[in-house]
Antibody
């Protein structure tokens, strides 16, 4: 079955960067986009960006444009999310999730288990 | 950016009763609308896509309707496992992909 397995929890200091991985399995890796969605404590879902593994094209939400980078490693069917210049406002659970085929956004299914990133001095 | 507004924020329902959740888009999203269920401490789960199509393995208790800017998720007879937070999401006009603020369905 389709699975997205994320790396473990991270604790970072303000100003640092974090890199979270999302290893996919159970489908053709380059056929479906992968999005990243975060959820601050007690808050709703916020879409951050998407990568098309087929051609590497990325789309980012404007608020993350300057400090978010999504990349892929096709040899391991893994997607990486790097967020730089962290502040306490970036403390959240970060999810990867599979979207639509190629350039289609599609609904998100399934989701990774989530990675808690805590930013604290 | 398309704004998604869900109402009510909290819905108190007794087990066995029907729950009706609403989602409104700031402009038409056609039927490119999904609903997700999120239980405490878990990742969201896709319930409905295309406004009215149940995802694989989703109970027939869940139904979606609507098009354009007005959408509804109905849970026909609430079971204990249905008490959760529900989010709508549009995937018609992007970036960005946008979610509603969520409706918490709690036990009355």
């Amino acid at each position: 079955q389709v699975q997205l397995m994320q790396s473990g929890a991270e604790v970072k200091k303000p100003g640092a960067s974090v890199r979270v991985s999302c290893k996919t399995s159970g489908y053709t890796f380059n056929s479906r986009g992968i999005s990243w969605v975060r959820q601050a404590p007690g808050q709703g879902l916020e879409w951050m960006g998407r990568i098309n593994p087929f051609n590497g094209v990325t789309n980012y939400a404007q608020k993350f444009q300057a400090r978010l980078t999504l990349t892929t490693d096709a040899s391991t069917s893994t997607v990486y999310m790097e967020l730089r210049s962290l502040t306490s406002d970036d403390t959240a659970v970060y999810y990867c999730t599979r979207g639509g085929f190629y350039d289609s956004s599609g609904p998100f299914d399934p989701w990774g288990q989530g990675t808690l990133v805590t930013v604290s001095s | 950016e398309i704004l998604m507004t869900q109402s009510p924020a909290t819905l108190s329902v007794s087990p066995g009763e029907r729950a009706t959740l609403s989602c409104r888009a700031s402009q038409s999203v056609s039927t490119n609308l999904a609903w997700y269920q999120q239980k405490a401490g878990q990742a969201p789960r896709l319930l409905i896509y295309g406004a009215s199509t149940r995802a694989t393995g989703i109970s027939a208790r869940f139904s979606g309707s609507g098009s354009g800017t007005e959408f509804t998720l109905t849970i026909s007879s609430l079971q204990s496992e249905d008490f959760a937070v529900y989010y709508c999401q549009q995937y018609n006009n992007w970036p960005p992909l946008t979610f509603g603020g969520g409706t918490k369905v709690q036990i009355k």
